[in-house]
């Protein structure tokens, strides 16, 4: 088959390998009809190149039609259709049963102490073959896998595998009162999704970034942007001040993470280790690494006292300096996580019914053949082309 497979640093090329088989009774094959390309997978294009291997494949964002299912699955069979969740989780130990799939005690990747193995996501979360590609294996097939219904448009319930889920937690957790505002940092493809969903819920929402095209999309369904490429001297935490009472919006989301515009000591620490040997490189990342806190500086100077902010941007730091006085003088809560996909999607599935309130038909800048993810990594990293959110076709 075709899949899209990691080479080195800024390098992925699409290659002919192996079809995947059953390994396990409980896993099942999908043929994948379309794939997202995510923020997240430019952290492995770039910062998180130390625990990658040449020849992984990569992709965490598929839906797709059951080709094959192992002797012990019972909940789906072949020709079903269904998306799959960016986690692999087995649905039955405590933290799943706990609404915490993204921990899942069958799947954790205890090697390197991180939580549930997830698709195409490098040894820090299991190496397992990823999902832009013809085909896919799902292990724990069972739970690790969301039923829709029937039918040719893969538009809708996309997302389901990862954006929709994580923008709507990272809502969730940023515990915005009835009616109260929140500032969304970051207007990728998670943040342009958090907008939505805080307006359709009815808060004041407020989209920074630097992005023209990504200012647009967001403005274009009639929230407030700040365009922070624009605000001259002033900071960001001025600017929302000046728009919220002098203090601040309720809830912060940081939809941006360890890749933050700004932070040039961490930027070059991070670029650097990316030149070192892996094993030389792995073992700093693992003990020292420092993330560009631009954007979690701006959300704690721009929340109000007493408020909330919500992290679903990816850190990998372990030296972070955090401005903890800060923090505590200000009563800050902090929220954060992989998104627990399985755990929304009874919140979800009535917004993708009729109406598509949030506009998930329109939402890909781009789709593409499977052949042309070289370019769309390329182009997706520098934000060129007014590229947002790239769907890719592994028929096509």
Avoid at 40 to 67: F, K, N, Q, T
Avoid at 87 to 104: D, F, K, N, R, Y
Avoid at 230 to 256: K, N
Avoid at 364 to 387: C, E, W
């Amino acid at each position: 088959m075709k899949a899209v497979t990691w080479q080195g640093r800024r390098n992925v090329s699409v290659d002919e390998v192996p079809d995947p088989r059953i390994q396990e009774p409980t896993d099942a094959i999908i043929a994948v009809s379309s794939s997202g390309l995510c923020g997240s997978d430019l952290h492995l294009y770039e910062v998180l190149g130390p625990y990658m291997s040449a020849g992984d494949i990569l992709g965490h964002e598929p839906i797709g039609v059951v080709v094959e299912v192992g002797a012990e699955v019972r909940s789906l069979a072949v020709g079903d259709r269904v998306v799959v969740p960016f986690q692999i989780a087995c649905g039955h130990c405590v933290m799943c049963e706990s609404g915490l799939p993204t921990q899942c005690e069958t799947t954790q990747v205890r090697e390197y102490g991180s939580g549930a193995a997830l698709f195409g996501y490098s040894k820090l979360y299991g190496q397992v073959p990823g999902a832009q590609a013809q085909y896919l294996r799902v292990p724990h097939a069972d739970f690790t896998h969301i039923s829709i219904p029937a039918g040719p448009d893969d538009s809708r319930f996309l997302y389901l595998s990862d954006v929709l889920p994580t923008a709507w937690q990272a809502v969730e957790y940023a515990g915005v009162p009835d009616g109260g505002s929140l500032v969304v940092l970051g207007l990728g493809p998670i943040g342009d999704m958090a907008c939505r969903i805080g307006a359709h819920r009815g808060y004041r929402v407020i989209g920074v970034d630097r992005v023209p095209e990504r200012l647009r999309r967001v403005s274009e369904r009639g929230i407030e942007t700040v365009d922070s490429a624009a605000i001259g001297d002033a900071t960001i935490g001025d600017v929302i001040r000046d728009r919220t009472d002098g203090r601040g919006p309720d809830s912060v989301v940081d939809a941006v993470g360890m890749e933050a515009h700004g932070s040039p000591v961490a930027e070059f620490a991070q670029r650097a280790a990316g030149y070192l040997p892996d094993s030389i490189s792995e073992r700093l990342l693992d003990t020292a690494a420092v993330d560009r806190l631009a954007a979690l500086d701006s959300a704690i100077d721009i929340v109000r006292r007493g408020g909330t902010i919500s992290l679903s941007g990816v850190y990998g730091g372990m030296m972070d300096p955090l401005p903890m006085r800060i923090l505590f003088d200000k009563q800050i809560q902090l929220r954060m996580g992989q998104a627990n996909v399985k755990r929304w999607v009874g919140d979800l599935l009535p917004l993708l019914a009729d109406g598509d309130p949030l506009g998930v038909e329109s939402f890909a800048t781009h789709r593409l053949p499977l052949s042309s993810a070289p370019r769309a990594y390329r182009d997706f990293q520098r934000k060129a082309d007014g590229m947002v959110k790239v769907v890719l076709d592994p028929a096509a």
